[in-house]
Structures are given as structure tokens and as C-alpha cells.
């Protein structure tokens, strides 16, 4: 997120009458929704400073805003290309430092409205976790790192010595290159500790994911094939078969970033529609359906975090529907206390919960999957066993969901308690008190 400071950059513009314009003023501009008028302010401080940072990051969102994507990929180049590293604003000599890394790959900036809809925002988008909630308490120099293809392996010491570089890219998906690109860097650099080494995350694909998983005991993921552009319906539906899937299946688009384009196939007449509907997307994955809904018609989504190889429970969700959305919380729970009595039982003590069979075999994901830090959705399938649904680290905590629903606040917040000490303990610093 960014937002106005004061006194970054003051420049006039041209022409009688000029009045001052400033990044700070194409900020509050685009805040207020004057995406036009944003545009322009952006430009012109650009005109005055190509490289200044925020008139870039601030024209990319408001381009995108305006619907000119391919004007605002070539400005999120230039980002990458002036700034591959961003220093914090002060440098501290006596705490160490760490090197966020993200991708501006696939990213976009994109204005989106501020909760409670006061005015609007700037976010990255493109398959990325954020540290601000994660690590809130400033105990270390965060310098940013802009990953473009190889620019990172442009840094020298000079730029600042790292003590430790945390991977905060979440989706092999939209990723792959980026990560990929960071390995190589990471690699070049063999005493600097990482939180997320990247093949870690190019393991979570979907397809991945179910291969990884598929011999293990009391845990699984839905089998899934990853299917490449320009398939026919006979070519999926051969593929379909020879796998050993059965209707219905899933399909998604792989990398369109939203969930919207995830369908159920019910046979091989609503394939043909689908495939008809997602022409043009880069590839699809194929996942067997597993129907888990209770007699009653409710379908349960469990959620967690590991920190640390630590199991910690966040959310039980309840659904009527086959597509369990968070916020069916609010749809469904809300109006059933015995519900939300399953999910508060579940954040207290989530081995009574799910059994302690089942949370041993989740317990084995971090070291399975080769990571610090990442979120698990899950299920109980019909033969008892955990059936893992998706695995990513950009998974939302969602801190302020404990305001409506106080149970779980203080089990919220002991996961970025967990990252601090997981941070803490990489870059061996002694733990602060709390």
C-alpha cells in the first residue's frame, strides 16, 4: 500500500497559471477516485523525474485503473529496471537487515477501494504475501527487492549487506519465471538464509502438489492434470479417462487469478461449453471432484498456517455449496451459533478437533513441501483422510476478522507472533519479550 509523505517531491508544471503538483497530490487524487486528474499529476512529475519512485508506482495503478494495461506493464518495467532494490528510510547500523524479494513478472498495481469504501488504494497484485502484517514491530532494516528476469543479480555489497532474504513470491503459476530467476540468485549466494527457498513454491502447482502427496499416508490432494492451451474436447476428455478421473471434474483457468473462473463439469456436454468459454487462456487444470458434503448439505473448509514447521488452526468454514468461499462465514455461520461453536472448538484445540491422526499428518507438510511459512485449505474426505485443497503462502490471514467473530482473535494473533520468531530465530537474534 502506498500513501502520501510529505515534502518527496515538489515541481511546477508548465504554462501560465501553473499551480505546484507533487507526487503526494497525485496520491490524494487517485485516493479520491480522480483517476484523470492522477494521471496527469503522475505524468508530470515523471516529466520532471523519470525515475522518481512513486510518480511510477503511482501512474502504473492509474494506468491500470484507466484500463491501459499495456502502458502500465512497460512503467512496472521501468520500476524494476530503476529500482531493483529499495532501501528502508533509515538505516539502522545495529539491527540487521532483509531483503523482501518480489516479482514484478506478472504483477499489476490496481486501485481498489479502502475497506469501509473511504476513497481508494493502491495494492500489488500477482501472487505475493505481504510482510507489513506479518512482521509489524520493526526490528529489522527491510530493504525491498524488485525481481525483473535477472536484475537482482545486479546487487553488489555495495548496495547494503542482507543477513537474511525472505521469499514472499506465492504462486508457481504466475511465478515460475520469477522463481526460477531468484533460485539462480539465491544460489550465487550460499550463506544467506531464506525464508521460502523457491523450489519450495514451484512445488505447490496444483499438479505438483497432487504428485508430491499421492503416496503418503492419511493425506492426499485431488488428483489434477495440468492441461496446455488449445485442447479439444476429445483430447481432454482422453486425458480425462486415461488418468483415471471421473465426472464431475473441476476445471480452472490456471492463471487468471481469480477463483471466478473455476467451473464444475458435470459431463462431457458441459466440458464442450467450457472449454468454448476459456479459449485463449495459457492452461488449465483438470481435478477430480471429490463431493464431501454431509447429510445435511454442508460442506466444511478448514484453514491453517505453518510457521516454523508449527501447526496454527485460523478458520473452520461452513458452506451449502460445493464452492466453499471465506466469506460464507458470514452467509451461513453467522445465523448458527452451533456452527461457529465447531470453529471455535476447532482454533482451541484442533488436534480434539480433527483427531490427532489427522493433525499428524498435516504436521508433515513442512517438511514434505520444503517451506517455513505457507497457509493449507483442507477438507476430511469420505475415506477419513486429510484431502489438501490448496497450499500457498499468500493465503489471507484476515487479523481484523476476529473483531466480528472475538473467538478467534488471539489465535489469529499468534502467527505473525510466529513469523517475528521464525525471523528471529533465522537471522539468530536473541527473541524480544513480549
Given at each position: 500500500?502506498?500513501?502520501?509523505?510529505?515534502?518527496?517531491?515538489?515541481?511546477?508544471?508548465?504554462?501560465?497559471?501553473?499551480?505546484?503538483?507533487?507526487?503526494?497530490?497525485?496520491?490524494?487524487?487517485?485516493?479520491?477516485?480522480?483517476?484523470?486528474?492522477?494521471?496527469?499529476?503522475?505524468?508530470?512529475?515523471?516529466?520532471?523525474?523519470?525515475?522518481?519512485?512513486?510518480?511510477?508506482?503511482?501512474?502504473?495503478?492509474?494506468?491500470?485503473?484507466?484500463?491501459?494495461?499495456?502502458?502500465?506493464?512497460?512503467?512496472?518495467?521501468?520500476?524494476?529496471?530503476?529500482?531493483?532494490?529499495?532501501?528502508?528510510?533509515?538505516?539502522?547500523?545495529?539491527?540487521?537487515?532483509?531483503?523482501?524479494?518480489?516479482?514484478?513478472?506478472?504483477?499489476?498495481?490496481?486501485?481498489?477501494?479502502?475497506s469501509g469504501g473511504d476513497g481508494f488504494k493502491i495494492v500489488l497484485s500477482g501472487g505475493h504475501f505481504s510482510l507489513d502484517a506479518l512482521l509489524p514491530r520493526g526490528n529489522v532494516n527491510r530493504y525491498l527487492g524488485n525481481q525483473l528476469r535477472e536484475n537482482l543479480d545486479?546487487?553488489?555489497?555495495?548496495?547494503?549487506?542482507?543477513?537474511?532474504?525472505?521469499?514472499?513470491?506465492?504462486?508457481?503459476?504466475?511465478?515460475?519465471?520469477?522463481?526460477?530467476?531468484?533460485?539462480?540468485?539465491?544460489?550465487?549466494?550460499?550463506?544467506?538464509?531464506?525464508?521460502?527457498?523457491?523450489?519450495?513454491?514451484?512445488?505447490?502447482?496444483?499438479?505438483?502438489?497432487?504428485?508430491?502427496?499421492?503416496?503418503?499416508?492419511?493425506?492426499?490432494?485431488?488428483?489434477?492434470?495440468?492441461?496446455?492451451?488449445?485442447?479439444?474436447?476429445?483430447?481432454?476428455?482422453?486425458?480425462?479417462?486415461?488418468?483415471?478421473?471421473?465426472?464431475?471434474?473441476?476445471?480452472?483457468?490456471?492463471?487468471?487469478?481469480?477463483?471466478?473462473?473455476?467451473?464444475?463439469?458435470?459431463?462431457?456436454?458441459?466440458?464442450?461449453?467450457?472449454?468454448?468459454?476459456?479459449?485463449?487462456?495459457?492452461?488449465?487444470?483438470?481435478?477430480?471432484?471429490?463431493?464431501?458434503?454431509?447429510?445435511?448439505?454442508?460442506?466444511?473448509?478448514?484453514?491453517?498456517?505453518?510457521?516454523?514447521?508449527?501447526?496454527?488452526?485460523?478458520?473452520?468454514?461452513?458452506?451449502?455449496?460445493?464452492?466453499?468461499?471465506?466469506?460464507?462465514?458470514?452467509?451461513?455461520?453467522?445465523?448458527?451459533?452451533?456452527?461457529?461453536?465447531?470453529?471455535?472448538?476447532?482454533?482451541?484445540?484442533?488436534?480434539?478437533?480433527?483427531?490427532?491422526?489427522?493433525?499428524?499428518?498435516?504436521?508433515?507438510?513442512?517438511?514434505?513441501?520444503?517451506?517455513?511459512?505457507?497457509?493449507?485449505?483442507?477438507?476430511?474426505?469420505?475415506?477419513?483422510?486429510?484431502?489438501?485443497?490448496?497450499?500457498?503462502?499468500?493465503?489471507?490471514?484476515?487479523?481484523?476478522?476476529?473483531?466480528?467473530?472475538?473467538?478467534?482473535?488471539?489465535?489469529?494473533?499468534?502467527?505473525?507472533?510466529?513469523?517475528?520468531?521464525?525471523?528471529?530465530?533465522?537471522l539468530g537474534m536473541e527473541p524480544e519479550p513480549e
Amino acid at each position: 500500500m502506498y500513501e502520501p509523505r510529505e515534502n518527496v517531491l515538489h515541481l511546477k508544471s508548465d504554462g501560465p497559471g501553473a499551480i505546484p503538483v507533487n507526487a503526494d497530490q497525485g496520491y490524494l487524487s487517485l485516493r479520491a477516485g480522480r483517476f484523470e486528474e492522477a494521471r496527469q499529476i503522475f505524468r508530470g512529475c515523471l516529466r520532471a523525474d523519470p525515475t522518481d519512485y512513486r510518480s511510477q508506482i503511482g501512474l502504473c495503478a492509474a494506468l491500470d485503473e484507466g484500463g491501459d494495461h499495456y502502458g502500465a506493464a512497460t512503467m512496472l518495467r521501468a520500476v524494476a529496471r530503476h529500482h531493483p532494490l529499495i532501501p528502508p528510510h533509515r538505516v539502522d547500523p545495529g539491527l540487521p537487515s532483509l531483503l523482501e524479494i518480489r516479482s514484478l513478472e506478472a504483477a499489476r498495481y490496481v486501485v481498489t477501494r479502502r475497506s469501509g469504501g473511504d476513497g481508494f488504494k493502491i495494492v500489488l497484485s500477482g501472487g505475493h504475501f505481504s510482510l507489513d502484517a506479518l512482521l509489524p514491530r520493526g526490528n529489522v532494516n527491510r530493504y525491498l527487492g524488485n525481481q525483473l528476469r535477472e536484475n537482482l543479480d545486479e546487487l553488489t555489497d555495495e548496495d547494503g549487506e542482507m543477513h537474511l532474504a525472505v521469499n514472499t513470491i506465492a504462486c508457481p503459476d504466475t511465478g515460475e519465471e520469477a522463481l526460477r530467476a531468484l533460485a539462480s540468485f539465491l544460489a550465487g549466494r550460499p550463506d544467506l538464509p531464506v525464508v521460502n527457498p523457491p523450489d519450495g513454491i514451484l512445488a505447490l502447482s496444483r499438479d505438483r502438489l497432487h504428485r508430491r502427496l499421492q503416496w503418503e499416508a492419511g493425506i492426499a490432494a485431488p488428483r489434477t492434470l495440468r492441461l496446455p492451451a488449445g485442447l479439444t474436447a476429445d483430447a481432454v476428455q482422453e486425458r480425462l479417462v486415461r488418468h483415471g478421473l471421473q465426472y464431475p471434474v473441476l476445471l480452472r483457468e490456471a492463471l487468471s487469478g481469480t477463483t471466478d473462473r473455476l467451473a464444475l463439469i458435470h459431463d462431457r456436454s458441459w466440458l464442450e461449453v467450457w472449454l468454448e468459454q476459456s479459449e485463449g487462456s495459457d492452461f488449465q487444470y483438470l481435478q477430480q471432484f471429490h463431493d464431501v458434503a454431509d447429510p445435511a448439505g454442508h460442506v466444511v473448509k478448514w484453514r491453517g498456517f505453518f510457521v516454523d514447521g508449527t501447526f496454527y488452526p485460523a478458520a473452520r468454514v461452513v458452506s451449502d455449496t460445493w464452492h466453499v468461499r471465506m466469506g460464507d462465514r458470514d452467509r451461513l455461520m453467522a445465523e448458527h451459533e452451533e456452527l461457529r461453536a465447531e470453529e471455535r472448538r476447532f482454533l482451541q484445540a484442533p488436534g480434539r478437533a480433527l483427531g490427532s491422526g489427522r493433525l499428524a499428518a498435516l504436521a508433515r507438510l513442512p517438511d514434505l513441501l520444503k517451506l517455513d511459512f505457507f497457509g493449507v485449505d483442507f477438507t476430511i474426505g469420505r475415506d477419513g483422510d486429510v484431502l489438501v485443497l490448496a497450499a500457498n503462502p499468500a493465503m489471507p490471514i484476515i487479523l481484523d476478522y476476529g473483531d466480528d467473530y472475538p473467538y478467534a482473535k488471539p489465535h489469529l494473533a499468534k502467527i505473525p507472533a510466529a513469523f517475528e520468531g521464525l525471523v528471529e530465530r533465522k537471522l539468530g537474534m536473541e527473541p524480544e519479550p513480549e
